[in-house]
């Protein structure tokens, strides 16, 4: 049986890995923080890792980037976008007003994943100015905390299956800032993923340029420029070796199995830079 190392029950992780995997028999192993969830994949306890990386809101998650640089060799096998819906989760009697519905005023703390916390920073502004915030590692894990934690007035920003699974009330529905909030995710391991078939492939890679010299990027860019391959992403992350050294993470709309990628792969390698294949893999979009 396959198994996969990912965030907590109830998290969007969670509801993202069950999309991808349907009805496959798989065994789910729940971590509290993502250095472990990259970790149990890296040391062979899974076969796989659900990582999210980037959200329509946020953008980028680049702690769960840097992971995959600096601390792991991980190749991406699959990439799938899911929906970030947000709830605001807690215990309706103890926030009922004499309507009984909601009253925020008694809501005191609001925990929750930061990258989820930021995605409704509109929604906490107007309805809980007064209420202090206080982020921890996912979404699930700030649901259970005002689980086991009544009397206190807090509330939990998260997913409906996160409030089912905790037996907790949902006292707002949908409080992200935008109706199209989606989070992409990745699949890292080391056995590709075959279970679903995409008519679309992507390549990430990482490439360190020689030395910092004007031009420099533009070369990089213009010999995928010229071939017409479609660049769906660039991003510079330091290189943590000194100030002012960047790699480039780049995602392209085309599979290492083509002619033209790995030549413009090549010049770019003639030119000095130094490039590493972070995978070549499908991607699934979101199917409303």
Known sequence: ????????????????????FGDTPVEYRYYSVIADVF????????????????NTIEGSVSLHADWLVHEVDL???????YPSIQNLIGRLAETAGPDGSPDFSKITKVFSH?????????FLREYLPHAERE???????????????????????????????????VLRAQVTDHNNNYTRFLLVGREPFTLRRSD???TSILVTL??????ALHQVLSAFAWRRINLSRIESRPTKKKLGSYYF????????????????????????????????????????
């Open 114 to 122: 930061p990258v989820a916390m930021a995605q409704c920073m509109r």
């Open 249 to 288: 993470f780049i995602d392209l709309e085309m599979s290492l199995e083509t002619v033209l990628l790995p030549a413009a792969i090549a010049e770019i390698e003639a030119i000095g830079c130094q490039v590493r294949i972070l995978g070549s893999y499908p991607s699934f979009a979101w199917e409303t």
């Open 75 to 81: 190749p991406i096998q699959a990439e799938w976008v």
């Open 135 to 169: 982020t921890v590692g996912s979404t699930t894990e700030g649901i259970r905390i005002v689980k086991e934690n009544p009397g206190n007035g807090w509330a939990a920003i998260g997913t409906l299956g996160g409030a089912r699974l905790h037996g907790l009330d």
């Open 210 to 215: 020689p030395e910092d010299y004007p031009g």
């Open 200 to 202: 679309k492939a992507k």
């Open 1 to 20: 049986m396959i198994k996969v190392a990912l965030l907590p029950a109830g998290s969007t992780s969670d509801e993202a890995a069950r999309h991808l």
């Open 39 to 54: 970790l149990s994949t890296a040391s062979g306890e899974t076969d796989y890792s659900v990582i999210p990386i980037e």
